[in-house]
């Protein structure tokens, strides 16, 4: 699997004329690897020529660590009392001899850029997405089979949460359970923070959690997910508490309507903005276009942002194994929001859910 | 507060030619402007001119929420159906006329770099590292409350899954077990997916967790920590399971007398490597000096790793104020490891542990 993703890389940087990838711990690197880390302040990267074996240049205490998840031979190792700058200029060179281009991780930190640049002035940059989007956009079976179980973790941490989300909890104590729940099925990490947004809290679209004790009446913005052997979820759900007015149950009921029928909207061949433009007309029509103040969803796989991007501009059609979030959301500052989100992928033409769990309003 | 930091700034900006500073959400963007945010895909940015009123550049989406945690009053915001580097292109040059010297985020992810090399790619381009790491690394009183806060949590946890810890027990469950308990006292995150590495597998430094058992005379290195309102906690200790066999104490206990040396050693005025070099004889006049291959600690606050780091080569002298791990370790390949991990921070003249729960070895 690895030999033949990284046959389709290096005929991508042949047909850019890129000389080598320099990647980062994170999801290209693992895609390419096998190996999967944090980024970190050690120089940890992943070289990759546009021929010939890629190589790893590793901190010394990540050797073992290193040849232990992947596939790659070649290793050079630096120790915490070496330069790594000087150790990346002679791995580099013996690879190029001309002025290369380099195509750089989208995620690298700056300051290993900064490293490069200063080793290499004359250097061409690009950024590395131009090739990796196009390698991960298009998920095979077998991811889509670890997003679902991903997904699945995500469904049941909702269904096991609300049973006991009540009037009084604080959000922090919300976002420990969701998060607790996903870690007992098996997660490895969260996608990211969870966002439990109770009240007006929730019409900050990316706020996360805080002291704030659920109240009656609130509605609370539940968006969070898990990373599962690297693939990640992504869910939303608005919930309840008590009880919900006429106001809130109008907007949920708007909300509800634009993501059903963006999700019947996104089939293979249309663009990824006419996704986008169903959501948001329903809600323009209703007259709330002024408080969805996002795009409609994002790609997810590796990240829980990648492409394709579900926003107006984008004309990239979907297509089989693409993957991606459909969110659309009201947001009525100082009072409250509303969000739903699913996962789907396209499969057979058209998409399907990787979540499963209810989308009808819950009140707890 | 944050106009001292501030005014600080751009004094260093200033005596070091550097006319902006352009930070990513983290801790620099955090330390400056009080807004706390994980990285991501959408440029949102923190603008520091040398003189003059920072702003931020941000994604719509983000504009309340922005607004509500920080004190800087200037902001230009962007749809997601518009190109940032336009407007970011005219930001900067509303701030600068003639050819830049930019100091870039050490953390940024990459593309911002790139999207920035596109658009001023005669600039002069520094690593934003060398003025905001000499403002950060002295810790106030305030700092150094949140920080031991955050360090009772670790502790906190590191005894209450002591008591749970048992033979049998998957990695894994050990782990959702510390991240649970830190959670529920308070933390916001974790400080990183935590290492608890069972037998052979500790014997990998920065291994996470898996779904290997606990056995009866394995060394457990549990390594973990948390963030309390920015601020990050790190610590490890090692456990035996069942029973402890001599070889397994012996290592134990020259990694705890190196430890308890460096801290000892530890005072204002010496250089960071000293601290260093004391651990590493302990180790290496046992024997095992080819074993412990990292450096003895990092400077810790509002990120895991910071200066100063505690490695050789390194001839900062310690101050008041300067907060570091000291966690010297030993990793027989294929065996197991032992780590022991306080942080401390100088305080009248001395290393003062923020770490208080037991370094003597715990037999669950």
Redesign the interface.
């Known amino acids: 699997m690895y030999r033949s993703r990284l046959a389709r890389c290096q005929k991508l940087m042949s047909e850019r004329e890129i000389d080598i990838l320099f990647l980062?711990p994170g999801p290209n690197m693992y895609y390419l690897s096998g190996f999967l880390?944090?980024?970190?302040?050690r120089l940890l990267s992943l070289i990759v020529p546009q021929s010939g074996e890629p190589l790893f240049i590793v901190?010394?205490?990540?050797e073992?660590?290193v040849k232990?998840f992947t596939w790659v031979e070649k290793l050079v190792s630096w120790r915490?009392?070496e330069d790594p700058k000087t150790v990346l200029s002679a791995t580099i060179r013996q690879v190029v001899t001309k002025r290369p281009t380099i195509a750089?991780?989208?995620?690298?930190?700056?300051?290993?850029?900064?490293m490069l640049?200063a080793v290499f002035p004359d250097a061409r940059?690009?950024?590395a997405?131009s090739v990796m989007n196009l390698l991960r956009i298009k998920k095979t079976s077998e991811e889509v089979a670890l997003m679902a179980r991903s997904a699945e973790i995500a469904d049941a941490a909702f269904t096991e949460t609300v049973k006991e989300c009540r009037e009084g909890m604080t959000e922090?104590q919300v976002?420990?359970k969701i998060?607790?729940e996903m870690?007992?099925l098996?997660a490895?990490?969260v996608s990211?923070?969870p966002v439990t947004g109770s009240g007006p809290n929730g019409?900050?679209?990316?706020?996360?959690s805080g002291d704030r004790k659920l109240q009656r009446g609130d509605l609370v913005v539940l968006d969070y997910g898990c990373v599962y052997r690297g693939y990640f979820s992504d869910i939303t759900r608005t919930i309840a508490v008590g009880s919900c007015d006429d106001e809130r149950r109008k907007v949920y009921s708007i909300v509800r309507s634009a993501q059903e029928k963006a999700y019947q909207a996104a089939v293979e061949g249309i663009e990824a903005q006419s996704v986008d433009k169903v959501a948001r007309e329903i809600i323009e029509a209703a007259g709330y276009g002024q408080f969805f103040?996002?795009?409609t969803g994002h790609g997810i796989g590796l990240e829980v942002?990648?492409e394709p991007?579900i926003?107006?501009?984008n004309s990239m059609k979907l297509d089989d194994g693409m993957a991606f979030s459909i969110e659309p959301g009201i947001y009525l500052?100082g009072k409250f929001g509303v969000r739903i989100e699913d996962i789907v992928v396209i499969q057979a033409g058209k998409a399907e859910r990787l979540n499963k769990c209810t989308r009808e309003l819950v009140v707890v």
């Open positions: 980062a880390e944090e980024p970190g302040e901190p010394q205490m990540y073992q660590q232990a915490d009392s750089v991780d989208n995620r690298m930190w700056s300051q290993f850029l900064l640049l940059y690009l950024d997405a922090h976002a420990a998060v607790n870690r007992i098996g490895d990490s990211f923070e019409a900050l679209p990316h706020y996360r103040v996002h795009r942002h990648e991007y926003v107006a501009g500052p």
